[in-house]
Nanobody, 121 residues
């Protein structure tokens, strides 16, 4: 059974930083595409970032490009989302995902339970 456990969410002021982590078990991590989505209250879920199995290709939503960085540590079966320059509009529940192919339009089979990120103005 594949499990994804996120951590690192919380409350931060505008301009601050957070790093989200997601530990994956039950799947060959090194061959998986990884990513993050988010959903704000009253809004549809949206793609944030993803990284392919090799780590050489990354994808970002325009709204986070230049501020967020996705990375992976295959030795620890963990993916990260470093979020800098946070804005109130980044407030959402963030979900880590695992799939076969990276990219904003890819179909991610596995989802975490979500971690809340709140950015105060």
């Amino acid at each position: 059974q594949v499990q994804l456990v996120e951590s690192g969410g919380g409350l931060v002021q505008t301009g601050g930083s957070l790093r989200l982590s997601c530990v994956v078990s039950g799947r060959t991590f090194a061959r998986s595409a990884l990513g993050w989505f988010r959903q704000a209250p009253g809004k549809e879920r949206e793609f944030v970032a993803s990284i392919n199995w090799s780590g050489f290709s990354t994808y970002y939503a325009d709204s986070v490009k230049g501020r967020f960085t996705i990375s992976r540590d295959d030795a620890e079966n963990t993916q990260y989302l470093q979020m800098n320059g946070l804005k109130p509009e980044d407030t959402a529940v963030y979900y880590c995902v695992v799939g076969d192919v990276a990219g904003p339009k890819a179909d991610y089979r596995y989802w975490g339970q979500g971690t809340q990120v709140t950015v105060s103005s």
